[in-house]
């Protein structure tokens, strides 16, 4: 099979007719041989329906339904292990990613770039905390991590079969995948797209919160800069206090009256036991990562595969 597109959904039935609709001649003129997984955790409207409507008219749609909802992340990773195309494409169904950029992605594979990744050079319909977040955190993570992440690149992208071997092969539990690809690495190509406004509905996915998970992600999954920050905080804010021991020490022996008072201690107790609570937190985000790992639970789990044979 030359070509699979993994598309995880949940609740999506406006947008799904419309995205086959624009999807299915772009495939077309590419290849017949092809295949749409469409990855699902267990959606309360018709989703799961609508797809299998589909299905029945056109084999090549296939269907992951899973036994409860794993998220975004492991739906992606589930559809690249369950597919066989020679290159594979994440997109969503919302006609943010366009599908007729995947014409442009395959064309780029062709000439032999493993990895094509859509850039976003604007994004319509997103509320500015979003952005703010967006930009800041790949700025923090290409400062830090220890893989370098392109600004501007979501999980829409395509994958030859040798990247997707591989990311599946990393088995790790976070599922994010900007960063395994690009601890993976291989030849990548950037695509500049404006990313257009969602068909229809409104996202299922938590504008500021996500984000920031998302970000801390690849913070604390892709680099150990925020323990050694840590650490260095501690040896400024140890200095600190000697400076001011010494301070002390030196307006005392002077015989001079020291000015701060009570006000000074609240300030910087709080301040020590500020910077103490952000040390901790950031031990509690390694420590719970490091969990996640070893318990080594499955990733997901499907409780439906329709089109997948024996699999």
């Known amino acids: 099979m030359l070509l699979s597109l993994v598309v995880p959904v949940y609740r999506e039935e406006k947008n799904i007719p419309e995205f086959i609709r624009r999807i299915g001649p772009i495939l077309g003129a590419i290849t017949e041989d ?15 329906e609508v797809i299998l409507e589909h299905r029945a008219r056109d084999p090549r749609i296939k269907l992951l339904k899973f036994s409860r909802r794993f998220g975004q992340p492991m739906a992606s990773l589930a559809g690249m292990e369950y597919s066989r195309g020679e290159a594979v494409i994440v997109m969503d169904v919302d006609m943010q990613d366009p599908p007729e950029l995947v014409a442009e992605m395959v064309a780029k594979w062709r000439e032999g770039y493993d990895v094509v990744l859509p850039q976003r050079t604007r994004r319509t319909g997103e509320p500015w905390i979003k952005k703010l977040v967006a930009e800041t955190g ?21 994958m030859a079969r040798r990247v997707v071997n591989e990311v599946v ?42 984000s920031l998970r998302i970000g801390f992600n690849g913070i604390f999954c892709f680099s150990t800069y925020a323990l050694t920050l840590s650490t260095m905080f501690g040896f400024i804010i140890a200095g600190f206090s000697f400076l001011l021991m010494a301070i002390y020490l030196f307006y005392k022996l002077m015989g001079w009256p020291i000015l701060w008072g009570n006000p000074t201690l609240v300030i910087l107790i709080s301040f020590l036991g500020g910077i103490q609570l952000i040390s901790v937190g950031i031990l509690g985000e390694y420590i719970g990562r490091i969990y996640e790992e070893v318990r080594a639970r499955p990733r997901f789990i499907v409780d439906r595969a329709e089109g997948f044979g024996g699999k």
């Open 34 to 48: 092809y295949e749409i997984i469409f990855s699902m955790d267990p959606s309360p409207d018709r989703t799961e």
């Open 169 to 210: 092969r990393l088995k790790e539990s976070h599922g994010f995948l900007r960063g395994m690809v690009a601890v993976v690495g291989f030849r990548q190509y950037l695509l500049p797209f404006e990313r257009p406004a969602r068909f229809t509905g409104e996202t299922n996915y938590n504008r500021f919160f996500g």
């Open 138 to 158: 790949y700025k923090v993570i290409n400062k830090i991590a220890d893989v370098r992440i392109p600004r501007n690149t979501g999980d829409f992208r395509l």
